[in-house]
C-alpha cells in the first residue's frame, strides 16, 4: 500500500505562485514514477506532470509548461509541484499520484494509488 498526502495549497492572485508537495510512505515499488494531476469543477481530471523514480525525467501536459516544475527528494519521500506565473484557469484541485511500474505515463488508468488532494484558487 502507498499513502500520499498533498499540502500546500491555497489561494494566491494570478501572477503569483505556490508549492505543493506530496508526502508518500508505503511501499517504494508502488511509487516508481509520482504524477500531479488536477480536477477543475465541472472537468474531468487532467495530468499536469510526472516524474521518474531518479528524477532525472519529468514530463508536462502543455497547459503548465514552463510555468510548472515537478521535482523530487527521495530521502524525504516527497515530491513537489512549483507553480509559477498562476493563471485564473489553473484553479482546480491537484492530486498526487503513483504508479509501480518505473514509465512515465500521463494516462490517470496508469496511476492506482492517489492522494485525497489539495486545493488551488487562483483568482484574476
Known amino acids: 500500500q502507498v499513502q500520499l498526502v498533498e499540502s500546500g495549497g491555497g489561494s494566491v492572485q494570478a501572477g503569483g505562485s505556490l508549492r505543493l508537495s506530496c508526502a508518500a510512505s508505503?511501499?517504494?515499488?508502488?511509487?516508481?514514477?509520482m504524477g500531479w494531476f488536477r480536477q477543475a469543477q465541472g472537468k474531468e481530471r487532467e495530468f499536469a506532470a510526472a516524474?521518474?523514480?531518479?528524477?532525472?525525467?519529468?514530463t508536462y501536459a502543455d497547459s503548465v509548461k514552463g510555468r510548472f516544475t515537478i521535482s523530487k527528494d527521495n530521502a524525504k519521500n516527497t515530491v513537489y509541484l512549483q507553480m509559477n506565473n498562476l493563471k485564473a484557469e489553473d484553479t482546480a484541485i491537484y492530486y498526487c499520484a503513483s504508479r509501480d511500474r518505473n514509465i512515465m505515463s500521463r494516462t490517470l488508468s496508469d496511476y492506482p494509488y492517489w492522494g485525497q488532494g489539495t486545493q488551488v484558487t487562483v483568482s484574476s
Open positions: 516524474i521518474s523514480w531518479a528524477g532525472l525525467t519529468s
Open positions: 508505503g511501499r517504494t515499488s508502488s511509487r516508481y514514477v
